[in-house]
């Protein structure tokens, strides 16, 4: 199995190979909280650029639910923000949701030329590197922070880097070797990385909602599946 890593600042201008297997990670929070959809029950998810397309696939008679966020806040007139706790089964179990995120949809978007995607973060890591067995070219998509880099997405890769090298997979160039050397080695560690990088501290700064969001996705390996878009 080959790895690479691309973070956010070079996922939008890099082609993603067609036979290859993409792993969105967006720790804070889509990836996060798009797992917990599926595992409550959603039965698709339709990732959109703009809030305005979202609100379009609605006009045009898209039965769903719309979801997402802008600068970490729900949009007006959407039916879901990006908190993993309002994707209940009560919410979410058989129904499409269209989502538009700050970054995290673009990511998945920025993926779409692989053969199969994959969510990833912190909560399902494990889940994921055994989704991975048996592939040969695994590229991982950091969704970062307003087209940047983001620690927190940076070290998740990493740590599935470092898990699938232990597999024998090989890390192919410097953008992999830089990830793998940002994993935290425990879930005290993801946990501090997680509550005390920008992105964190900012989602903390909103309130307490926000905060519980931030303290959920810093969990290490609390779902046991890894979900394909």
């Known amino acids: 199995m080959r790895v690479t890593v691309l973070f956010r600042s070079t996922a939008r201008t890099a082609r993603v190979p067609a036979a290859s297997c993409a792993v969105v990670v967006d720790v804070l929070r889509a990836t996060t909280t798009l797992t ?4 409550h029950g959603a039965t698709r998810v339709v990732p959109v650029a703009t809030p305005e397309a979202a ?7 898209q039965e769903a ?22 994707y209940s089964v009560t919410e979410v179990r ?8 700050t970054n995290g949809s673009l990511a998945i978007l920025a993926a779409a030329p692989a053969r199969r995607r994959l969510l990833a973060a912190f ?12 592939e040969r070219d695994v590229v991982i998509v950091c969704a ?5 880099f983001a620690l927190e997405d940076a070290a998740c890769a990493g740590l599935l880097c ?6 024998g997979a090989r890390l192919v160039g410097p953008s992999a070797q830089l990830a793998r050397a940002l994993a935290p080695c425990d879930g005290l560690q993801v946990r501090a990385l997680v509550q005390g990088c920008s992105h964190g501290r900012y ?5 307490a909602a926000s905060a519980r969001d931030v303290e959920f996705c810093a969990g290490l390996d609390t779902l046991d599946r890894a979900f394909e878009i």
């Open 162 to 167: 470092e898990r699938l090298r232990q597999g």
């Open 65 to 86: 639910r719309l979801c997402g966020e802008r600068d970490g806040r729900m949009i007006e007139g959407f039916d879901l923000g990006n908190s993993p706790f309002e």
């Open 94 to 101: 058989g129904r499409t949701l269209v989502y538009a995120s």
């Open 55 to 61: 609100f379009a696939l609605r006009a045009g008679g």
């Open 36 to 39: 917990v959809a599926f595992c």
């Open 144 to 148: 970062g922070k307003l087209g940047g």
């Open 123 to 134: 909560v399902n890591a494990a889940a994921a590197v055994d989704r991975l067995q048996g």
């Open 203 to 207: 989602l903390r700064s909103l309130g």
